[in-house]
T-cell receptor, first 114, second 115 residues
Framework: DQQVKQNSPSLSVQEGRISILNCDYT??????FLWYKKYPAEGPTFLIS?????DKNEDGRFTVFLNKSAKHLSLHIVPSQPGDSAVYFC?????????????FGQGTRLTINP | NAGVMQNPRHLVRRRGQEARLRCSPM?????VYWYRQLPEEGLKFMVY????????ESGMPKERFSAEFPKEGPSILRIQQVVRGDSAAYFC?????????????FGQGTRLTVV
């Protein structure tokens, strides 16, 4: 049962344009959401996060939007740069049965074309 | 060096051998998580440990897999009698606390290949 879903396995965007990566979740107990970026042969690196009490968090070129009623979040990257080409994982966090659970989506491979 | 350290980076084992994967968390972090990534798939939670305690092992196979995080030393993920299906990238993450609004920081992973 996939509690966090990234329905687009890949996305291709022109350099300078906006990249929008989407993520849906099913468990209403999730109260904190994170985006990680992963290059080949490296570990995921933390990018940006948002608490469930907010609907937007911005950090430079990266903005995360949260729509709790729709159980949907998105990551916007603008303007997109070639170095943004990577796999992006959405993750959701909740305290379930006394333990913190960090559940990941399947990832979206973003390619920025020059 | 303040990052999460995993070793070895690459590990090759023959079927039936044991694999030991090590993870040293970031300084000051006492919470460790292990994830597995199969080819072309996302990260799957395996186990969550806090110093000397297993908090949640619901994602870890019941047989052949075990994990520990001793008072001194790194966390160890141990796979006994490896099979080809164990070939994957294993990532360790650490966090300062077990609160849900805490970022987890990942190591570079150990790529296990079973031949």
């Amino acid at each position: 049962d996939q509690q966090v879903k990234q329905n687009s396995p890949s996305l291709s965007v022109q350099e300078g344009r906006i990249s929008i990566l989407n993520c849906d979740y099913t468990n209403s107990m999730f109260d904190y959401f994170l985006w990680y970026k992963k290059y080949p042969a490296e570990g995921p690196t933390f990018l940006i996060s948002i608490s469930s009490i907010k609907d937007k968090n911005e950090d430079g070129r990266f903005t995360v939007f949260l729509n709790k009623s729709a159980k949907h979040l998105s990551l916007h990257i603008v303007p997109s740069q070639p170095g943004d080409s990577a796999v992006y994982f959405c993750a959701a966090s909740a305290r379930i049965q006394g333990a913190q659970k960090l559940v990941f989506g399947q990832g979206t491979r973003l390619t920025i074309n020059p | 060096n303040a990052g999460v350290m995993q070793n070895p980076r690459h590990l090759v084992r023959r079927r039936g051998q044991e694999a030991r994967l090590r993870c040293s968390p970031m300084k000051g972090h006492s919470h460790v998580y292990w994830y597995r990534q199969l080819p072309e798939e996302g990260l799957k939670f395996m186990v969550y440990l806090q110093k000397e305690n297993i908090i949640d092992e619901s994602g870890m196979p019941k047989e052949r897999f075990s994990a520990e995080f001793p008072k001194e030393g790194p966390s160890i993920l141990r796979i006994q009698q490896v099979v080809r299906g164990d070939s994957a990238a294993y990532f360790c993450a650490s966090s300062f606390s077990g609160a849900t609004n805490t970022e987890a920081f990942f190591g570079q992973g150990t790529r296990l290949t079973v031949v």
